[in-house]
T-cell receptor, first 113, second 108 residues
């Protein structure tokens, strides 16, 4: 089954404790992206990747890191999480880019205390 | 740069009736794509419909259709014969920009 998986689905952590949210797709998509969803703000893009070893900042990259060492994986790293990073996070992938349909993961609900 | 605006935070529709969700956008690109995504209570984001700007014909997927007015930069979503399962947040989206969403309630 074609899908985008994220782990964990729910995470409660404390300020400053490094964490990684994993994202994996099995569709051989070139483009992957991370979004955060906050009430009243819709989805905002954090980082995206056009292909392996090619990543770039989206609208709200501060406080986040990503890497793309393999085509299928695109982890989101919070080196020192803060309460303002409490949000719902989505990973998405598409065949070539944002003009293609994006397939979304199930979301990760992160709470930073 | 693109902008996407959804001005209706919430809409309601009776089951089996038709409802239209509004979206306006702005872009400097001549060739672009627009999308409607649905987010049910499960929080999963699901593509509803996709429109390519260079195509004159409005996209249609079963009960879902768009009214794409390029000159007016309007991209509304029409849901016909509304069903209880249509209740969700609906997001209009451009390249990587999403609107703030419209919550659709379907009344039995």
């Amino acid at each position: 089954e074609a899908q985008v998986t994220q782990n964990p689905r729910y995470l409660i952590t404390v300020t400053g404790k490094k964490l990684t949210v994993t994202c994996s797709q099995n569709m051989n998509h070139e483009y992957m992206s991370w979004y955060r969803q906050d009430p009243g703000l819709g989805l905002r893009q954090i980082y995206y990747s056009m292909n392996v070893e090619v990543t770039d900042k989206g609208d709200v990259p501060e406080g986040y890191k990503v890497s793309r060492k393999e085509k299928r994986n695109f982890p989101l790293i919070l080196e020192s999480p803060s309460p303002n990073q409490t949000s719902l996070y989505f990973c998405a992938s598409s065949r070539r880019g944002v003009t293609d349909t994006q397939y979304f993961g199930p979301g990760t609900r992160l709470t930073v205390l | 740069a693109q902008t996407v605006t959804q001005s209706q935070p919430e809409m309601s529709v009776q089951e089996a009736e038709t409802v239209t969700l509004s979206c306006t956008y702005d872009t400097s690109e001549s060739d672009y794509y627009l999308f409607w995504y649905k987010q049910p209570p499960s929080r999963q984001m699901i593509l509803v419909i996709r429109q390519e700007a260079y195509k004159q014909q409005n996209a249609t997927e079963n009960r879902f259709s768009v009214n794409f007015q390029k000159a007016a930069k309007s991209f509304s979503l029409k849901i016909s014969d509304s069903q209880l399962g249509d209740a969700a947040m609906y997001f209009c989206a451009g390249k990587y920009i999403f609107g703030t969403g419209t919550r659709l309630k379907v009344l039995a």
